[in-house]
C-alpha cells in the first residue's frame, strides 16, 4: 500500500515569516493529494488540494506544489500569522481506489508573535 | 447543518468490554468513514461506506465492526476492547464525486 512521509514533525517560525511542510509518497498510482489542518480539540479540516495534473496550485497564502516525477509535495504558508498554529496533515489516494486516504504522521506549527 | 456528529466525546472502557461509537451526517452524503489517530502516526483508517449497505476495510480493520443501515448513520463497534484501541477516533464524510472530505471532533478513547 501506500506510504507518505512528512517532514518536519514541529516547525516554529515568526509571525510574518513562510513555513514550508514536506511530504514524499510510495506509490506511483496515487493523483489526489489534500492537506488538512487539525486546530485543537478538532477535527482535521481541508485547506487545499492538488491532482498529479497539476504542479502547483495556490490559495491566497497558501500554495502545494508537487513533483510526479520524484513522488514528492509540500505546503507553502506565506506571512504567517498566529492563527496558522495547528497540525497540518498531507494525505495521498492512489487512482485505484479514490475512497482510500493515506496520511502522513502529521507538522505542528507554532507562529510565535 | 450540524455536519458530522460523533458521540460520545470521550470513553473510558475496561479491558474486554464493548461499546459502539456514534458518527451521523446530515448532508447527505453517500461517503462515510472511520480514522484512528495516534501520536506520530496521523491518521489511518479502519472501514469506509460508499453507501448504504456496503462496507470495506481500510488500513488497521482488525478489532472493529461496522455498517451501514442508512446514508446518514455509521457506527463502529469494538467488540472487546483492547489497550491497543486507546486513540482518538474521527468519522470522515464527503459526497459522490468531491473529493473534499468533512470530519467530526473525534472521539477520545481510553481503554485500561
Known amino acids: 500500500g501506500e506510504n507518505v512521509e512528512q517532514h518536519p514533525s514541529t516547525l516554529s517560525v515568526q509571525e510574518g515569516d513562510s513555513a514550508v511542510i514536506k511530504c514524499t509518497y510510495s506509490?506511483?498510482?496515487?493523483?489526489?493529494f489534500p492537506w488538512y489542518k487539525q486546530e485543537l480539540g478538532k477535527g482535521p479540516q481541508l485547506i487545499i488540494d492538488?491532482?498529479?495534473?497539476?504542479g502547483e496550485k495556490k490559495d491566497q497564502r497558501i500554495a502545494v506544489t508537487l513533483n510526479k516525477t520524484a513522488k514528492h509535495f509540500s505546503l507553502h504558508i506565506t506571512e504567517t500569522q498566529p492563527e496558522d498554529s495547528a497540525v497540518y496533515f498531507c494525505a495521498a489516494s492512489p487512482s485505484y481506489n479514490f475512497n482510500k486516504f493515506y496520511f502522513g504522521s502529521g507538522t505542528k506549527l507554532n507562529v510565535k508573535p | 447543518n450540524a455536519g458530522v456528529t460523533q458521540t460520545p466525546k470521550f470513553q473510558v472502557l475496561k479491558t474486554g468490554q464493548s461499546m459502539t461509537l456514534q458518527c451521523a451526517q446530515d448532508m447527505n452524503h453517500e461517503y462515510m468513514s472511520w480514522y484512528r489517530q495516534d501520536p506520530g502516526m496521523g491518521l489511518r483508517l479502519i472501514h469506509y461506506?460508499?453507501?448504504?449497505?456496503?462496507?470495506d476495510q481500510g488500513e488497521v480493520p482488525n478489532g472493529y465492526n461496522v455498517s451501514r443501515s442508512t446514508t446518514e448513520d455509521f457506527p463502529l463497534r469494538l467488540l472487546s476492547a483492547a489497550p491497543s484501541q486507546t486513540s482518538v477516533y474521527f468519522c470522515?464524510?464527503?459526497?459522490?464525486?468531491?473529493?473534499?472530505?468533512?470530519f467530526g471532533q473525534g472521539t477520545r478513547l481510553t481503554v485500561v
Open positions: 470522515a464524510s464527503r459526497p459522490t464525486g468531491n473529493t473534499e472530505a468533512f
Open positions: 461506506s460508499v453507501g448504504a449497505g456496503i462496507t
Open positions: 506509490d506511483s498510482a496515487s493523483n489526489y
Open positions: 492538488i491532482r498529479s495534473n497539476v
